[in-house]
């Protein structure tokens, strides 16, 4: 029992190693209350559109269209984050997402709330993230250093699917409750525990340099990307999964209405079983130590093709709850497995910009694959919008493992011609920067 006993202390240590640093911590916390108020906004604000507009899949397509598009300037906002103090810009995003969830809340709460105020607020809280997501992203790196870093990656996805599993079932009963409009009002005060956390953080602990003030180029982000051919396969991988697999905020709610005719705690309850799946995944990944292979990274995406598509064939309300936990631990698996294998192999002189890149391609694609989901499902129902995922994200998957498998060819081929034949060759040039990368794995 006392050898159990040190088994779980040992294993609950390295889980979670990274929250001894107290910026962390403070961080965390903050993100944890901040990031709830943000799922009970998206349950409420999606839940008040269908009931806008009857139920209309291309009316919740346009207005998750209008929250992503924005992220299109996402790039910028890594510019921003290279060349910036990275703690103040989250401070200022999210104080002005707060404003903008209040501003909604009001015409909510006085019954006088139109279509085109969720499309402003959405298109408003899209600018904001441009800048807030890629800020954050890279200042994780900040506050736990380089060996932590891929823990702290981790914890970073597990605290936002603890939020994710709180907060839609919170919503559910909440709506039901008082209504959509006091859920906004809840949203815009989470903002202020993340203004708090960042605020109490002490700004000598935090592991970087001054900023400069120096350009730090849009392009010269895009071309180190381009020039660092291991990093290039999955942020296209993650470009098509995005745009055809990760269309949940909008099929959720319309396959809880739709086809299986629940209300709102029951809609509550399948973000809620999409989300706890990803939190074990995000907790799973917590033991990573280094940069995971271009292997993981594919059959992850296949794994999650695999059963989204099954998820699309649920007959019944359980069956959907099971699929789609399972359909969560392969989507942020899979996610987790990419964002760790492009940010452990880039130069933190770049970071902002890759990781603005990442989320560009990750989430900028939603725009485009939200009209199109929200056409499918308006035309062939709900399911469809599972099935054309989960088929293409199968299909995205093989077409890279086979482009891996012919590179890899391609390589040995190209050793073997070599004199002194025997001698291992890098998987490419860019394996090479990588090494030298202080914390890409050796």
């Known amino acids: 029992m006392k050898r159990l006993d040190r088994l779980d202390r040992r294993l609950a240590s390295r889980t ?25 906004m998206v349950v409420a604000q999606d839940w008040l559109v269908l009931g806008l507009t009857g139920g209309s899949g291309t009316a919740l397509g346009v207005v998750t269209a209008l929250q992503f598009t924005p992220l299109l300037l996402t790039l910028y906002g890594g510019r921003l984050a290279d060349r910036y103090d990275k703690r103040m810009l989250l401070t200022v995003a999210n104080l002005a997402s ?15 709330v139109r279509l085109w105020h969720i499309w ?67 949203n815009a005060a989470s903002y202020l525990a993340t203004v708090a956390g960042l605020r109490l953080m002490r ?24 020039e660092r051919r291991d990093l290039v396969m999955p942020v296209l991988l993650v470009g098509v999964i995005g745009m055809f697999g990760l269309n949940f905020q909008l099929m959720l709610p319309l396959l809880a209405m739709t086809v299986f005719h629940a209300d709102a705690a029951s809609f509550g309850l399948l ?22 292979a271009a292997r993981t990274v ?27 936990f399972l359909t969560g631990f392969a989507a942020l698996y899979f996610a987790q497995a990419a964002n760790h294998r492009i940010q452990l192999g880039s130069d933190p002189a770049y970071r902002g910009r890759v990781m603005a ?61 070599m004199p002194g034949a025997g001698v291992q060759v890098p998987a490419d040039a860019s394996d090479l920067e990588a090494r030298r990368d202080p914390i890409a794995p050796g």
Not at 24 to 38: I, P
Not at 271 to 292: E, V
């Open 16 to 40: 979670f190693r990274s929250l001894s640093v107290r910026n962390f911590r403070l961080f965390v916390a903050g993100q944890v209350v901040s990031a709830a108020g943000t799922w009970m």
């Open 98 to 112: 707060g404003v903008l969830a209040l501003a909604l809340a009001v015409p909510a709460l006085t019954g006088e």
């Open 120 to 186: 402003v607020c959405a298109f408003g809280l899209g600018l904001v993230n441009a800048v807030e997501v890629p800020t954050r992203m890279s200042f994780v790196s900040e506050l736990v250093g380089p060996d932590l870093l891929p823990n702290a990656s981790a914890l970073s996805g597990a605290y936002f699917n603890i939020a994710r599993v709180a907060g839609p079932a919170l919503a559910g009963a909440l709506i039901t409750a008082v209504g959509t409009g006091w859920v906004m009002v809840l």
């Open 203 to 226: 700004p000598g602990e935090l592991l970087r340099s001054p900023p400069t003030g120096k350009a730090a180029r849009v392009s010269d982000g895009l071309r180190y990307v381009r």
């Open 298 to 324: 594919v059959a992850s995406a296949l794994a999650f093709g695999l059963v989204e598509t099954a998820a699309g064939w649920a007959p019944t309300f359980a069956a959907a709850v099971v699929l789609l």
């Open 357 to 417: 890149l990442y989320t560009l391609i990750l989430q900028g694609s939603t725009p485009l694959g939200s009209l199109l989901a929200g056409w499918f499902a308006e035309h062939l129902g709900a399911r469809s919008v599972l099935y054309l995922g989960g088929l293409v994200s199968v299909a995205a998957a093989l077409a890279a493992a086979g482009a891996e498998r012919r590179a890899k060819d391609r390589r040995g081929r190209a050793a073997a011609a």
């Open 271 to 292: 973000t809620t079983a999409f989300a706890a799946g990803s939190l074990l995944a995000a907790l799973a990944t917590t033991a990573r130590r280094g940069r995971p």
